[in-house]
């Protein structure tokens, strides 16, 4: 008999309570050799004036148990109160969100019967960093951040969570046919960690023809790994086609801590009602077992789960109008079934061997160890962005110009993104937000930081409030920027 590992469990908001308690007890049915922490995050800690929505002593049980169980939570409309889950999974490092999507067909209504998919979402960075600026009066902005290691660390765990689970192909999805830089980074490296797993299959799609073709034909898909934002639109389009949003559970994995939960959120116009289905939850639940390292009891909650849907036992959501049980009845029936395996669908038998740390090479210190690359990075001019909605385009580009030198020449002015002097279009749009390109004059070999300070004074001098600047570099001779819109 194992001894029980301590998991740390969340209730959670709106239908959390009672997916969770109708978890717990199919899990102790089951023999799951488990020892809850509970502890409170959410609505009721962001009301009690925590923003994170998490308390000190909440962290000090996950940081010990490293293993956390959560329901969805409710987070509270309006400012200042931060995403818990965005939180949790930077703070403990959780950087794959892993959800496998899978049709139940004919026992679930789906017009995509043989679909069998899991999306790996990068879970840390991209437009999730959360670093959002208003910069001027009409402008605001939010850094997309793609890192290489970062990156090497998600893609690599979806090439070793393919050949452990035995599948054959990995897709990648970006948009590097516009972000040449952040998704061309993130596709270039998927290129490079490909070559390392020969034994697999891999292709890329640009993600809004990829998204289609998930939400056509998603039996072509085996494997697909993404920046966060794509991930999490891609993941709710995949989990909806197979039949509901109420089935798939999801794990966000790091290389110290995991956590499992439902991908749907906490449903407040069913909360208290009895109603619930708890699958999302209970299919997180089976994750969490597999990767504490007890496979049989994931595997006997998996089937007995598989035999309830083949007895056509459903919750309103799956039944669709058609004759469905209450949340305590659908539980009741899986636990009635554990032991029994399904007679239609493939029964699921998880592999012994899987253990905690055993599971996964740990991603961050392989990449942080990998040797540097060798790069010399050279300082190329500076894009300096000026807040002005008094003058036009040609106003300030003939200004700028005449006072650029000596060190730089004034190469272009966009506006959002798009080339306004010289020699732009009366037809574009303009804001009030201006970034202005200097490039080295012939007469400079490379720029410095002083110079640039020098730059911005004369920029100053001539009227202008400038906003931020941003460094033009090379590395390697290569540019690390992109040209404007019509440059
Ligand atoms: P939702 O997933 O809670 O609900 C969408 C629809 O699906 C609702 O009609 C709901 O009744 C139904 N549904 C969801 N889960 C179900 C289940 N298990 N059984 C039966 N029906 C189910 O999404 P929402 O309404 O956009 O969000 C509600 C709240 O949940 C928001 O506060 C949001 O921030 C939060 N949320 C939390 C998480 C999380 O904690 N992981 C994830 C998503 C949303």
Redesign the pocket.
């Known amino acids: 008999m194992t001894s029980k590992r301590a998991i740390t469990v969340a209730k959670?908001d709106?239908?959390g309570p009672e997916?969770m308690d109708a978890t717990l007890e199919i899990l102790n049915a089951a023999g799951a050799q488990i020892e809850p922490e509970f502890i409170d995050i959410g609505e009721k800690v962001y009301l009690s004036g925590q923003s994170a929505g998490i308390a000190d002593d909440a962290w000090e049980s996950l940081r010990r148990t490293k293993v956390f169980l959560?329901a969805?939570?409710?987070?509270p409309q309006g400012g200042g109160y931060k995403s818990?889950?965005v939180t949790i999974r930077k703070s403990l490092g959780l950087y794959a969100n892993v959800r496998p999507n899978i049709s139940y067909d004919p026992f679930v209504k789906t017009k995509h019967p043989n679909m069998d998919l899991v999306i790996i979402r990068e879970n840390e960075e991209d437009l999730y960093a959360g670093i959002e600026h208003q910069q001027t009066p009409e402008v605001v902005q939010c850094l997309k951040l793609i890192t290489r290691p970062g990156s090497e660390k998600i893609i690599r765990y979806a090439f070793e969570y393919a050949r452990k689970n035995n599948r054959k192909k990995v897709t990648c999805f970006s948009k590097d046919n516009i972000m040449k830089l952040t998704d061309g980074l993130f596709h270039k490296v998927f290129n490079e960690i490909s070559a390392e797993y020969p034994d697999i299959e891999t292709n890329h799609w640009i993600i809004d023809i990829g998204i289609a073709k998930i939400a056509d034909t998603p039996e072509d898909f085996d494997v697909i790994v993404m920046p966060n934002l794509y991930g999490d639109i891609a993941s709710d389009v995949a989990a909806q086609i197979t039949g509901?949003?109420?089935l798939a559970g999801s794990s966000n994995i790091g290389d110290q801590c995991a956590m499992f939960?439902?991908?749907?959120?906490?449903?407040?116009?069913?909360a208290g009602k009895g109603?619930?289905?708890?699958?999302?939850l209970i299919n997180g639940a089976i994750m969490m077992l597999v990767h504490i390292g007890q496979p049989e009891v994931a595997s006997k909650i998996h089937n007995a789960w598989l035999k309830t849907l083949e007895d056509g036992i459903y919750?309103?959501?799956i039944a669709k109008g058609a004759a469905s049980v209450s949340t305590k009845e659908f539980t009741e029936a899986v636990t009635d079934r554990l032991g029994q395996n399904p007679k239609t669908i493939t029964p699921i038998t998880y592999s012994k061997k899987a253990k905690e740390d055993e599971e996964y090479p740990k991603m961050s210190p392989l990449v942080k160890d990998r040797p540097k690359p060798d790069v010399v990075r050279t300082l190329d001019g500076v894009d300096v962005f000026l807040c002005n909605n008094e003058l036009t385009s040609d106003e300030i580009g003939k200004k700028i110009e005449a006072i650029a030198g000596p060190e730089f020449k004034f190469v272009v002015m966009t506006n959002r993104g798009v080339k306004v002097y010289p020699g732009g279009f009366p037809e574009t749009f303009t804001t009030d937000h201006w970034r202005c390109r200097f490039n080295l004059s012939e007469s400079n070999a490379e720029a410095t930081n002083a110079q640039i300070r020098h730059l911005l004074e004369r920029v100053e001098k001539a009227g202008f409030d400038w906003i931020k600047t941003e460094n033009l570099y090379r590395f390697n001779g290569e540019l690390g920027y992109s040209l404007g819109q019509g440059q």
Do not use: Q, R
């Open positions: 959670g709106g239908i997916i959560k969805p939570i409710t987070t818990l889950n509901s949003v109420g939960e439902a991908i749907h959120g906490s449903a407040p116009d069913i109603i619930a289905n708890p699958s999302g919750t309103g959501d």
